[in-house]
């Protein structure tokens, strides 16, 4: 049961946080990837900070804001490909 809370969750964060870094995300499956692998960095990071979320809310703010520097930091590498070509 909670894997099926761990892929709605991140749907929920990869599509939101796809619209808050100027796009309309990647498709159902990539924001999938992208709130879930976002989870994981927002998890970690506020680990390093001391932040505890707790229940849904708590997991999907993590999750979005994860997704949301998960997002920043593959565009800092687009933006580099394309001032190098």
Do not use: H, P
């Not at 909670?2 to 995300?25: D, S, V």
């Amino acid at each position: 049961m909670y894997f099926l809370w761990y892929i709605i969750i991140g749907i929920i964060a990869g599509f939101i946080a796809g619209k808050l870094m100027r796009g309309g995300g990647f498709g159902l499956f990539i924001n999938l990837l992208v709130g879930i692998v976002g989870g994981v960095l927002g998890g970690w990071m506020f680990g390093l900070l001391g932040i505890a979320t707790t229940g849904l809310l708590g997991s999907l703010f993590t999750s979005i804001v994860g997704a949301v520097v998960l997002l920043w930091i593959v565009s800092l590498f687009n933006n580099k490909k394309k001032i190098e070509q």
